[in-house]
């Protein structure tokens, strides 16, 4: 075998006879081709030289050029291994950043699995101190998890059965890992007992929890609350629900394709509504960020119909003369769809996108769905109509609707929403506490204190009159949503937050199939915000 030692005097260290055996299958390619791949691959410096190569190689038949192509294909090889060499290092780098946490969290993670079998997972408490899950040891050594409420934190707690959800599965890392002191670890150890993994404190307050159970009743839907100055979540109720100490048994029945009751979908952060009039306040801000006065007037006669397109006020009520305020208070469709034709479409859905829409929400709320909004400059005027009072395509969530009427209570600013308040060892010998953060301005101090005086009005001469107490100020806004094109049947919504001596809580509430926010969501927030005025901190 015969080569020029020119070409190969610049290349990795490889050895060439070897390259050259695995090179043979491409022993009949076209010679020109060989030729330039070679001279390319190698370093810069051999452009000069490659006239001069090319000369000789001219001569050459199809078997002196093995080493060539042999040496093309060493190239091409040292490339993908450089090339998935930094592939692994981006992936590497993309995994601590991103994706570490909730592999380290998942139950598929084979290290949390082995962590399982050694410790006794810790417990969850409420802020108030009750326990809500824990783990009990059976006499034979068995362990089993219990829920000593049943069905009253089944969607916030969640389960460890055929996979997890709520806070076993956010919290799964710190629920396997043990702080306690070393001595009593090794005490344990010594007597051949399990240590048990950390406590979990969340941010629900067990009053806040109950009193957001009952009040939604029978129906169908959720209820959630959040302290807007520090994003925690003191209450979070999903109906239908489940029994988290019986769904092994039950859990055929409830995920079964015959079942349509959902009863393991947490409606709070994965409910997919459309928001009815609760949307007025997306309406309402955009209106007056382009210029408009809190003073406009407008002129409801119960009904108002443009481009082959009608729409009615609730119970085809009459407004008569109001301003952009009253038509808020009143929540007058006829008078929002007419705000709504004024508005520049790209700059209201920039609007609704700095309000969280079309954006996934804060991670802290566990798996939750982003809420929808479709007009993007091409709407027709029916559906900018029916847009503006909450209709059309759009779609919420609940949380996501919580976390909007939070900023406004919080002079615009959304804090980061959470449902752990401290992790805490078994023996209370560590704890660590989660320190409230800022998640995001959704608009300004300004904007929000006429949202806020807005919202104000509705209670004070609007739909939710009924919120009027002495023992706290509450704002708010109702909606109905219809839910099937032609129905009449509509979800009943309310989303507002009350004001005691300084203590602010929010709320989302949603009734499915309750009919005006006003008759059964309304009624819902009061008992909830009774129960808060009376709690001492
Ligand atoms: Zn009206």
Redesign the pocket.
């Given at each position: 075998m015969r080569y020029d030692p020119d070409l190969f005097d610049d290349l990795p260290e490889v050895d060439i006879h070897d390259l050259s055996r695995n090179g043979r299958d491409s022993s009949s390619r076209n010679v020109n081709q060989g030729e330039d791949s070679n001279v390319n691959s190698s370093r810069g410096d051999h452009r000069n030289r490659k006239s001069n190569s090319k000369r000789k190689m001219s001569s050459r038949n199809t078997k002196d050029i093995k080493n060539p192509t042999s040496i093309r294909e060493a190239s091409i090889i040292t490339y993908l291994f450089l090339l998935m060499f930094l592939g692994m290092i981006l992936y590497f780098v993309y995994f601590m950043s991103l994706k570490s946490d909730s592999f380290i969290a998942s139950s598929y993670n084979p290290r949390m699995t082995a962590q399982a079998s050694k410790l006794i997972r810790g417990s969850i408490e409420t802020s108030d101190g009750k326990v809500i899950a824990q783990s009990k040891v059976n006499a034979d050594g068995s362990v089993e998890r219990n829920y000593p409420y049943n069905d009253l934190y089944a969607h916030a707690v969640g389960y460890t059965i055929k996979g997890m959800s709520g806070l076993e599965k956010t919290e799964n890392f710190s629920l396997l890992e043990c702080h306690s002191s070393f001595l009593l670890q090794i005490q344990n150890d010594l007597e051949g007992k399990k240590n048990t993994g950390d406590t979990v404190v969340s941010t629900l307050h067990s009053k806040l929890q109950e009193v957001s159970y009952n009040a939604l009743g029978d129906s169908d839907g959720a209820v959630i609350t959040m302290d807007p100055s520090t994003g925690k979540i003191l209450s979070m109720v999903s109906k239908p629900d489940f029994n988290p100490n019986t769904l092994a048994s039950n859990w055929e029945e409830l995920t079964s394709e015959d079942s349509t009751s959902s009863a393991l979908l947490n409606r709070a952060t994965q409910g997919q509504y459309a928001p009815g009039s609760t949307f007025k306040i997306v309406t309402a801000l955009e209106y007056l960020r382009e210029g408009h006065s809190l003073e406009d007037s407008f002129t409801?006669k119960?009904s108002y119909t443009n481009d082959g397109y009608t729409v009615h006020?609730a119970a085809n009520?009459?407004?008569g003369e109001e301003t952009t305020e009253s038509a808020f208070a009143?929540s007058?469709?006829?008078?929002f769809s007419q705000m709504g034709l004024t508005l520049d479409q790209k700059k209201w859905k920039t609007t609704a996108e700095e309000l969280l829409f079309n954006t996934n929400l804060p991670k802290s709320l566990g798996t939750s769905k982003k809420s929808s909004f479709a007009i993007d400059g091409n709407a027709d005027q029916a559906t900018v109509m029916a847009t503006a009072f909450g209709q059309g395509k759009t779609i919420v969530s609940p949380a996501h609707m919580l976390l909007l009427t939070s900023a406004i209570a919080n002079d615009g600013v959304l804090m980061e929403p959470t449902l752990v308040d401290s992790i805490r060892s078994a023996d209370s010998s560590v704890t660590k506490t989660i320190d409230k953060t800022k998640y995001k301005t959704l608009m300004s101090k300004e904007e929000a204190s006429v949202m806020q005086s807005l919202m104000r009005s509705v209670v004070t001469e609007g739909t939710a009159t009924k919120l009027h107490s002495d023992a706290y100020t509450a704002y708010g806004k109702t909606g109905s949503a219809e839910y099937e094109t032609g129905s009449k049947d509509t979800h009943s919504w309310f989303v507002g937050y009350c004001n005691v001596n300084g203590r602010k809580l929010a709320i989302a509430v949603i009734a499915e199939g309750q009919g005006y926010g006003s008759s059964y969501a309304v009624p819902v927030a009061k008992k909830v915000f009774d129960t808060f005025s009376t709690l001492e901190n």
């Open positions: 409801c119960g006020c009520e009459k407004h009143n007058c469709n006829v008078a």
